[in-house]
């Protein structure tokens, strides 16, 4: 094998696959990167065994072959060499030269026949989208995806295609998001959970353009193929959360309030909240409702802090505590400069919701405050 490439894409492809690398394993062939010639193509493949990447570029192939290489080893010293052509050649002792200017470096390799065949998919149901969309769907979800592995299924997020709408759903049992767009396309209804880690990666792959990724859902697998990428992953099994009856349908108290200003107010209260001398403790922010104005406010050994913001409010006064953590994610991730957050009563959850499109829902469940 002899290639030559420049080493913008051959850190693109790196980059991308080496999330599927395996970090813990008895077996050294899965922390390797699997490296295949294919007439004026390469394709850099990884597979820890439960999610598995390949990335396909254009370089300038001499000759033909593969091998596998040491993830970790192979990726530092493509990093640091110079921005300019790169040499690869696996010599007649299959070690791998990589030459590049000055630098000269020699690997060790191993068997490409020992490298496990990612799964052969039979797709089932998919749909399309353009990456951005997706992108912005994922950022806006993957948040409140659980890290309890206690409950395994709530690691991953619900992607739900019903009446041509995909609606991805993540919970952790103290807050649920949800976001919603419709397809272009005619689709079947189906429903997966995919794992949150695949979905984190899935996002760093991901372009800000319009061109198209397919989703593909089958038994216990999901493809992800783009342009010159396939991520491959497993399924979470379980049943997931029947989400729609546990968000609420009515309100008793209602505001619409400027997103950015409500932000920056728990941003602010947080500093006293998350105080450092009390790590062990995690106190609530109290918001208080009243007629034209939210008043939130903390109070803990390290000090108090209270802000007030106008904003249109209907229904009933009302005081409920919340983690301002949650409240937070949530902001961070809406773009629009208005919100409506919608209240039951002091022990039922708050929903944050879009004003315009109904495309995006955030639930927060309350915590009880202490008497006073």
Not at 121 to 147: C, G, H, P, W, Y
Not at 269 to 281: A, G, N, P, Q, V
Not at 333 to 351: A, K, Q, T
Request: with cysteine; proline share 3%.
């Amino acid at each position: 094998m002899k290639i030559v490439c420049y080493k913008d894409k051959m850190i693109k492809a790196i980059n991308s696959v080496v999330k599927a690398v395996a970090t813990k394993t008895t077996k050294p062939i899965l922390e390797g990167i699997l490296i295949q010639t294919n007439d004026n193509e390469i394709k850099l493949t990884s597979y820890d065994l439960e999610l598995g990447i390949e990335y396909v570029i254009e370089c300038d192939v001499k000759e033909q072959g593969s091998t596998v290489v040491n993830a970790i080893m192979f990726s530092e010293i493509i990093r640091k060499l110079p921005d300019t052509e790169i040499y690869i050649t696996l010599n007649d002792k299959n070690l791998l030269e990589i030459e590049c200017e000055g630098s000269h470096y020699k690997l060790a390799t191993m068997n490409p026949e020992e490298f496990p065949e990612l799964p052969k998919i039979e797709i089932e149901n998919s749909i399309t989208l353009d990456q951005t969309t997706l992108k912005n769907m994922i950022r806006e979800t993957i948040f409140a995806v659980s890290t309890e592995e206690s409950r395994p299924i709530f690691t991953g997020c619900l992607f739900e295609t019903e009446n041509n709408k995909l609606n991805l759903v993540a919970i952790d049992g103290f807050r649920l998001a949800l976001r919603s767009i419709y397809l272009n396309q005619k689709t079947n209804d189906f429903k997966a959970v995919i794992p949150g880690k695949t979905l984190n990666e899935v996002n760093k792959i991901l372009l800000d353009s319009f061109e198209p990724i397919k989703i593909g859902i089958a038994k216990n697998q999901a493809l992800f193929e783009m342009d010159n990428c396939k991520v491959v992953t497993r399924l979470l099994d379980g049943e997931f959360l029947n989400y729609k009856n546990v968000i609420p349908n009515n309100w008793e108290t209602k505001i619409k309030v400027n997103k950015n200003n409500l932000q920056n107010c728990f941003e602010r209260i947080s500093l006293i909240s998350s105080s450092s001398l009390e790590k062990e403790k995690k106190y609530p922010v109290k918001l208080e409702v009243d007629i034209g104005k939210v008043t939130i406010s903390c109070t803990n050994q390290t000090g108090d802090a209270k802000e007030e913001i106008f904003t249109e409010t209907e229904g009933k006064n009302l005081e409920a505590g919340f983690n301002p953590k949650y409240f937070l994610d949530s902001l961070k991730v809406i773009d629009d400069e208005e919100v409506n957050i919608e209240f039951g009563s002091s022990i039922s959850p708050c929903l944050i919701k879009s004003i315009e499109n109904n495309d995006y829902v955030y639930m927060i469940l309350p915590i009880r405050l202490r008497e006073e």
